[in-house]
């Protein structure tokens, strides 16, 4: 089934939370790729194998950060004020050019204090277009908004899988601390976009193609201009 309403994570994929904290707690970390995928969803890890390199950083052997001694640092200053994602325009124009601007939908699970909440409610009325300011979910609970014709763009493994299971699609979003590590960002998500375009045209066109598996629409090693329809891979120009 093609999708026909889409929710957008937030953050780390409309805006740039991971680098920005790691700044923020006095890390070098200027891109993506001072991320050590070795640490995965684990940002605090990454945060204390980071900090050694700050010049007044202290060694006492232990770590210099706790889940709760890191969370605590950040504030909500700094939710509110993330710079946009490099995919920010496109996710949004795309998404709303697939599914209509009245299926798209923000969806982010805040930490567990009001402040992050706040600041997110603050980053989305600054940041994002005006028919999306008011259509945002802010809970932990994603999978409850899974539905076969449901789909999550999001950069954690976790939250996809859940989507997955609870029987909605996803698309993860390649990121130093997810299993799309590897994957060019722009590239696939350009792919993945083309992919459901493609199949939303073949659709117009043919009421009697069936889709089997959605799952094939988001595996990247389908090549560009070509879609799967029906258990096949086939170019779109082939049909009339
Ligand atoms: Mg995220």
Redesign the pocket.
Known sequence: MLPTKIFL?????LAE?TMTALRHVGCRACGLEDFNPKHGFDIVAQANAMIVDHPLFIDTGEPLFTVKKFWEAIPRSLWAELPRSKEFGFLIVESARLVGRENVCVLTAPIDDPECAAGKMEWMKENLPVWLRNQFLIGSPKHLCASPDALLI???DK?VDAFLRAGGQAILVPRPWNSNYQLCTKYFLEMMFQNLFAAQKARERSDRITYRSMKAFYDPVIPHGHVLLGGQVFRLEDKK
């Open positions: 994570d937030l953050d780390d994929v939370f999001d950069d954690s939250n």
